[in-house]
């Protein structure tokens, strides 16, 4: 008697859990479930390729700063300023005036 009464709750635990487990994958594999699922893989990647790209970025100050120090390049301490913007001064007997009437090589305007 007890070992029926054990078999059948123990296939019947069997049977409850198998049919959870069933459950569980289909709701997985519905549309919403999936299209949540293919967000949350698209943020978790710009995640690491942000972080690619901010290890690639600071592997390469690094680097560079190997490079100057085995090269005794210095860097400038400070920053240095940009000249003055130069300013073209025309001299108005340098300048030509067009003549009216020919302007090109065959004397037609519209070319």
Not at 48 to 60: E, H, P, T, Y
Not at 65 to 87: F, I, S
Request: charge should be positive.
């Amino acid at each position: 008697m007890f070992r029926r009464a054990f078999w059948f709750t123990t296939g019947a635990a069997a049977g409850v859990w198998a049919t959870n487990k069933v459950h569980q994958k289909l709701r997985k594999l519905q549309p919403d479930s999936l299209a949540a699922q293919a967000a949350d893989k698209a943020v978790e990647t710009g995640h690491r390729l942000r972080q690619f790209a901010l290890d690639v970025r600071a592997g390469m100050a690094d680097r560079e700063e190997q490079l100057h120090d085995a090269l005794g390049l210095a860097e400038p301490t400070e920053a240095r300023e940009l000249p003055a913007p130069r300013r073209a001064v025309l001299d108005t007997s340098y300048r030509t005036t067009r003549t009216p009437g020919l302007t090109g090589p065959t004397g037609k305007e519209d070319h």
